[in-house]
Antibody
Framework: EVQLVESGGGLVKPGGSLRLSCAAS????????MNWVRQAPGKGLEWVSS????????YNADSVKGRFTISRDNSKNSLYLQMNGLRAEDTAVYYC??????????????WGQGTLVTVSS | DIQMTQSPSSLSASVGDRVTITCRAS??????LNWYQQKPGKAPKVLIF???TLQSGVPSRFSGSGSATDFTLTISSLQPEDFATYYC?????????FGQGTRLEI
């Protein structure tokens, strides 16, 4: 069974940093591209970042460029999102989602349950 | 960026109704269109990918159609568990963009 479990969310002050993790199991993690998608409270879905299976290709939303860094460790079956320079508008539930392909196809098939990031003083 | 516009934004329906949700892209995305269902407090669930292909395990009362800029999600006979919010998403180009959502209410 495919499982994606996010962790690392919490309350952080504006300008602060946070590192999110997504632990994958039930599939060969190194064969799939991965994504981060977020959802502000009561709002719609917003794509954040994507990474190919070998980390060769990375794509970021303009809203997080220069502040957020997606990475992965295939030996640990884990996906990460390093978030620096956090702003109030980054407050959201952050989901990791699997791409059904090894290259970034911009489609997802499995999602984790999400971790809440709250940016507030 | 490709803008995705869903209509309606909300919809009231009854169990057994046939329901159609529309998604329009701001440019031709061929068939690169996915549909998601999200229930309160839960992660989105993929229903349909590539405009018409049903994700494994999704009931056959869900169907997708369309191409280029105009797409539809149809639920042939609403069940109680179908009351949720539905999103379309284009996978034609980066940045990935979603529609604003359609809330389906009883």
């Amino acid at each position: 069974e495919v499982q994606l479990v996010e962790s690392g969310g919490g309350l952080v002050k504006p300008g602060g940093s946070l590192r999110l993790s997504c632990a994958a199991s039930g599939f060969t993690f190194s064969s799939y591209a991965m994504n981060w998608v977020r959802q502000a409270p009561g709002k719609g879905l917003e794509w954040v970042s994507s990474i190919s299976s070998s980390s060769s290709y990375i794509y970021n939303a303009d809203s997080v460029k220069g502040r957020f860094t997606i990475s992965r460790d295939n030996s640990k079956n884990s996906l990460y999102l390093q978030m620096n320079g956090l702003r109030a508008e980054d407050t959201a539930v952050y989901y990791c989602a699997r791409d059904p392909r090894s290259d970034v196809s911009r489609t997802t098939d499995y999602w984790g349950q999400g971790t809440l990031v709250t940016v507030s003083s | 960026d490709i803008q995705m516009t869903q209509s309606p934004s909300s919809l009231s329906a009854s169990v057994g109704d046939r329901v159609t949700i529309t998604c329009r892209a701001s440019q031709d995305i061929i068939h690169y269109l996915n549909w998601y269902q999200q229930k309160p407090g839960k992660a989105p669930k993929v229903l349909i990918f590539a405009a018409t292909t049903l994700q494994s395990g999704v009931p056959s009362r869900f169907s997708g159609s369309g191409s280029a800029t105009d797409f539809t999600l149809t639920i042939s006979s609403l069940q109680p568990e179908d009351f949720a919010t539905y999103y379309c998403q284009q996978s034609y180009s980066t940045p990935i963009t979603f529609g604003q959502g359609t809330r389906l209410e009883i």
